[in-house]
Each structure stands twice: as structure tokens, then as C-alpha cells.
T-cell receptor, first 112, second 112 residues
Framework: EAQVTQNPRYLITVTGKKLTVTCSQNMNHEYMSWYRQDPGLGLRQIYYSMNVEVTDKGDVPEGYKVSRKEKRNFPLILESPSPNQTSLYFC???????????FGQGTRLTVV | GQQLNQSPQSMFIQEGEDVSMNCTSSSIFNTWLWYKQEPGEGPVLLIALYKAGELTSNGRLTAQFGITRKDSFLNISASIPSDVGIYFCAGSRPKYGNKLVFGAGTILRVKS
């Protein structure tokens, strides 16, 4: 079954404690991206990757890092989380930059 | 800020009514996508539009790619309780590398 898998689904952490949210897709897609969803703001892109070892900033990259060492995985790293990073995060993958994006189920992160 | 204006922000309608929502922008788009997000899930694609003027249906859903390439609408006919969710438009703009940008979403609630 074609899918995008994120882990964990829920996470509560403290300010400053490094964390990683994993994302994996099994569709051999080249393009992957991370979004955060906040009420009234829709989905805002954090980082994206056009292919292995090719990543770039989206619209709200501050406080986040990503890596793309393999085609299927695209982890999101928060080196020093802060409360304003409390949000619902989605990983997505697609064949190309502007074709249908398949989304994971989301990770609800709370930073206290 | 939002590059896509999606309206209305929310709708609370009677079961059986038709629903209409739209997205507009000052930029030209070459792709329009409409997604639905149910509680606790990631967005799922409903309809994809790739050509100006294109009108596409998916069951009770109909979407159109505006002729000016700056807008799109989604109609839902004869709404049912399971139509409840958040509907997002997304578009790609050639001027910005064809990356997808999302509207803020329309929250749909249905009274049965």
C-alpha cells in the first residue's frame, strides 16, 4: 500500500531538548517536504527536498533542520525546540514538485 | 503571509445543501489541487486540475481551474454528514519554482 509514515504521532517535550520526527515513503517519490499546520494559517512549508542530498528552505524554516540521505526517508530535526514550535506537522511526498502530494498522518508536537 | 485567499473560512450548513468554496490569488497558477482533511488525519487529494478552464468532477464534488489561472472553486452537491472536515486548496506557481502553496482552509460542518 502506497503510504507516507510519520513517527511519532504525538510528542510532548521540554524546551531545548533535541528531537527528531521521522518520515518514510514507499512510492519512490523524488520530492518530499515538511509542513506545519496552525489554526487559520493552513499548511506552511518548512523544508523540502528535490532528491537525495538536495534540500532547501521553505517558507518557515527557522528552528528546523532536515536531511535526505536516502530517497525514502526525510527526517525533521528540532535541535532546540521552543514553545512556538508547538504545532501539527505533516510530511508529504510527490513524484514532482507540483503533482499530487501524499501526506502522512501527522505528528502533534507540544513543547512546554 | 498567505499567497492564496481561501473563502469562506468556515461553513455550517444543513444536510442536503450545496456547498461552494474558492481560492483566489494575484499570481498565475499552473496547477490547482483540492484536499480534504478529516480529524486526526493528513490531507487527502480530492481533485487535481492542470489546465485553465478545466472542470472536473469526483462524485458529488466538482472543481474548476479558473480561466484567468488565478482562481479555482470547489462545489459539493447535496452535502452529507461525512463531508465534515477541512478543505484546502493548493496551487503551484511557475514564478516560484512550481512549489505548492496552500490556502488557509475552509472548515465545513454539516447539520443532519
Amino acid at each position: 500500500e502506497a503510504q507516507v509514515t510519520q513517527n511519532p504521532r504525538y510528542l510532548i517535550t521540554v524546551t531545548g531538548k533535541k528531537l527528531t520526527v521521522t518520515c518514510s515513503q514507499n512510492m519512490n517519490h523524488e520530492y518530499m517536504s515538511w509542513y506545519r499546520q496552525d489554526p487559520g494559517l493552513g499548511l506552511r512549508q518548512i523544508y523540502y527536498s528535490m532528491n537525495v542530498e538536495v534540500t532547501d528552505k521553505g517558507d518557515v524554516p527557522e528552528g528546523y533542520k532536515v536531511s535526505r540521505k536516502e530517497k525514502r526517508n526525510f527526517p525533521l530535526i528540532l535541535e532546540s525546540p521552543s514553545p512556538n514550535q508547538t504545532s501539527l506537522y505533516f510530511c508529504a511526498s510527490s513524484l514532482t514538485v507540483n503533482t499530487e502530494a501524499f501526506f502522512g498522518q501527522g505528528t502533534r508536537l507540544t513543547v512546554v | 503571509g498567505q499567497q492564496l485567499n481561501q473563502s469562506p473560512q468556515s461553513m455550517f450548513i444543513q444536510e442536503g445543501e450545496d456547498v461552494s468554496m474558492n481560492c483566489t490569488s494575484s499570481s498565475i497558477f499552473n496547477t490547482w489541487l483540492w484536499y480534504k482533511q478529516e480529524p486526526g488525519e493528513g490531507p487527502v487529494l480530492l481533485i487535481a486540475l492542470y489546465k485553465a478552464g478545466e472542470l472536473t468532477s469526483n462524485g458529488r464534488l466538482t472543481a474548476q481551474f479558473g480561466i484567468t489561472r488565478k482562481d479555482s472553486f470547489l462545489n459539493i452537491s447535496a452535502s452529507i454528514p461525512s463531508d465534515v472536515g477541512i478543505y484546502f486548496c493548493a496551487g503551484s506557481r511557475p514564478k516560484y519554482g512550481n512549489k505548492l502553496v496552500f490556502g488557509a482552509g475552509t472548515i465545513l460542518r454539516v447539520k443532519s
